[in-house]
């Protein structure tokens, strides 16, 4: 296997395959070794990595890192959300469709940061308390006056709202192309 | 479900976007996985060879035999003992030992992660950074590093308990480059290497308490001057709402320099780990000349200083809108941290006490009545300040100084 072109793949889609890893449950660690394995996988399957386009080599990596994660959560006997063969599948579909969309989701990226600096003060400043501060649902219970439950909600509300927002803008996008 | 899966993208996403969990590079590490160098892609033949070699060589019967000195090839579960020479070897490819004469230890670990276990003597270590993690353990603790040089000595201090002589484990260590994490039984500290200096330390069942004795020997009564750089991952909120008034730095490097002083002034950072994040804590006493020359018997009253002083001072604290800009941008941050002598007036009831500082500064007056006619009585006390917070740009040296805001005074 050519090291320069070995390299290349692995600086064009770690990032991606450790999102990726990040969005089925896996801590940053267990997502660091997870990606590692998925490589030397690749290093060892001379064919895979002549793949064509660079897509088709995401997907085929996002399936050995899908493969590799599940093989670790049974070994350590620790139920993760989506440890179900079955569910890992419905999660590689939703995130090719919303998220990757034949690209390498930056679209995506790039139209969810526009649609967070454009939430209502509200909203915003809840996403800015959760992420940014990393205060837990206890803590901005506390601070906005509201229950767990109803910090809960509106998290959710508000990433469902970022959804939409996003779907919006990339469709007008793709619309004014 | 889907839309369950849709929500845990967009948590999955925003806490890239928003909080900074960004994917890191791994690609050296992976790259040293898949392309080992020439020798550890020899490793398993060449590892069959030593192990065999050393297998005759610890061979029961003549197991204590030492190895012949010089360059060895080592491999994982073999045990190796010095004689009269020094021994060096490699492991993973990025750890370099140097054992002393009169060692001995054991080969652990796996692929990068490379460890070994010190039984005796001493061992000289130089590992190379970004490639893998590397650990020395002892009886008395363990010293985990990622790329840097320091030296391990693991020796029996004899002790008293009862009438009776005994022995236990201590354990030294020397900073030639860099830092390096020690773990004793009641803590972890690091050791950070500051200029020419070397920095020591023993560490062994008493863990931070023991680094802090050792570095407030007369030798390095001191002035502190330190410098912290890092990411700002976290700020946590004042009293009033949503205001930043402290952040969590992500710790990428210290330096600390030390000058002759009266007074020894002790900053030790301590790490907190939160997932992956290092939170930083700084401890900070302040010892005066009494209670340096006092040595050992000091111990316990420096004890429960540092207790103290670890339970108060759980974070430091920046410039609240400095802080919210560095997050908000991922910036790395340095901070220049120094000792500074300032005179604070003295409540009347403590004014005729000359003994030492209390680690807080002076109290209030306790509702007494101060006589104002009597020139105040004063005090020189040591504070630690933040004297400037620099976000950097890409590089340390790109960085401007962005504004400063004392910390929280010891």
Redesign the interface.
Request: a negative charge; glycine letters at 4%.
């Given at each position: 296997v050519d090291r320069d072109v070995f390299e290349r793949i692995v600086l064009a889609h770690q990032a991606g395959i450790y999102r990726y890893l990040r969005y089925l449950g896996a801590s940053e660690s267990v997502a660091e070794d997870v990606l590692q394995d998925t490589f030397i996988v690749l290093m060892r399957n001379p064919t895979a990595h002549t793949m064509e386009p660079n897509v088709r080599l995401a997907a085929w990596l996002r399936g050995v890192a899908r493969n590799k994660f599940l093989t670790h959560c049974r070994r350590q006997k620790r139920r993760k959300p989506l440890e179900d063969g079955t569910l890992m599948n419905k999660a590689e579909l939703v995130w090719r469709r919303e998220f990757l969309r034949q690209s390498d989701g930056f679209d995506y990226m790039d139209a969810l940061r526009r649609c967070v600096d454009a939430l209502p003060e509200k909203q915003r400043l809840a996403i800015e308390m959760r992420y940014d501060r990393r205060e837990s649902r206890s803590g901005m219970a506390r601070l906005l006056g509201m229950t767990e439950n109803g910090v809960k909600s509106l998290l959710r509300r508000v990433r469902a709202a970022l959804g939409d927002c996003v779907r919006r803008r990339i469709a007008s996008e793709e619309g004014a192309e | 479900?889907?839309?369950e899966?849709?929500?845990?993208?967009?948590?999955?996403?925003?806490?890239?976007?928003?909080?900074g969990?960004?994917?890191?590079?791994?690609?050296r590490?992976?790259?040293a996985?898949?392309?080992p160098s020439i020798l550890r892609r020899m490793r398993l033949p060449l590892a069959a060879a030593a192990a065999l070699i050393l297998a005759l060589a610890f061979w029961p019967g003549n197991r204590e035999a030492p190895v012949d000195p010089g360059s060895i090839l080592a491999s994982r579960g073999s045990t190796i003992v010095t004689d009269a020479e020094p021994v060096q070897f490699t492991l993973g490819g990025y750890c370099y030992l140097d054992m002393a004469p009169h060692s001995e230890l054991d080969i652990g670990g796996r692929e990068l992660k490379e460890e070994v276990f010190l039984k005796r003597g001493r061992v000289t270590c130089r590992v190379d950074s970004g490639v893998g993690a590397f650990t020395v353990r002892t009886a008395a603790g363990e010293v985990r590093v990622k790329g840097t040089h320091f030296s391990v000595v693991v020796s029996d201090e004899p002790f008293e308990a009862g009438g009776v002589m005994m022995f236990r484990k201590k354990m030294f260590v020397k900073v030639f480059a860099g830092v390096v994490l020690v773990a004793g039984a009641s803590g972890q500290f690091f050791i950070v290497s500051a200029d020419d200096k070397v920095a020591e330390t023993v560490g062994d069942e008493a863990g931070v308490a023991q680094a802090i004795l050792a570095d407030a020997t007369p030798a390095a009564m001191k002035q502190f001057e330190g410098t912290l750089t890092g990411k700002v991952v976290?700020?946590?909120?004042g009293k009033a709402?949503?205001e930043?008034v402290a952040v969590l730095l992500k710790v990428e490097g210290v330096k600390q320099t030390v000058d002759e002083n009266n007074d020894a002034f002790i900053i030790v950072p301590q790490k907190l780990i939160i997932?992956?994040t290092l939170a930083l804590q700084l401890p900070v006493i302040v010892l005066n000349r009494e209670e340096l020359k006092g040595g050992a018997d000091e111990m316990p009253k420096i004890m429960e200083r540092v207790k103290a002083a670890v339970e108060r001072q759980k974070q430091i604290k920046f410039d609240a809108k400095l802080a919210k800009q560095a997050?908000?941008n991922g910036k790395s941050v340095e901070v220049i941290i120094r000792g500074v002598e300032v005179e604070v007036a003295l409540p009347p009831a403590a004014a005729d006490d000359s003994g030492t500082p209390d680690a807080d500064g002076p109290a209030g007056n306790n509702g007494k009545v101060a006589d104002t006619t009597a020139k105040p009585a004063t005090k020189k006390v040591i504070r630690l300040e933040i004297v400037r917070l620099t976000i950097l740009e890409s590089r340390k040296e790109e960085g401007h100084p962005s504004g400063d805001r004392q910390s929280e005074a010891p």
């Open positions: - | 479900m889907m839309d899966l849709r929500d845990r993208m967009l948590d999955t996403l925003l806490r890239e976007l928003v909080g969990d960004t994917p890191p590079d791994l690609s590490r992976i790259m996985q898949a392309f976290a700020v946590s909120t709402a949503f930043p997932g992956k997050l908000a």
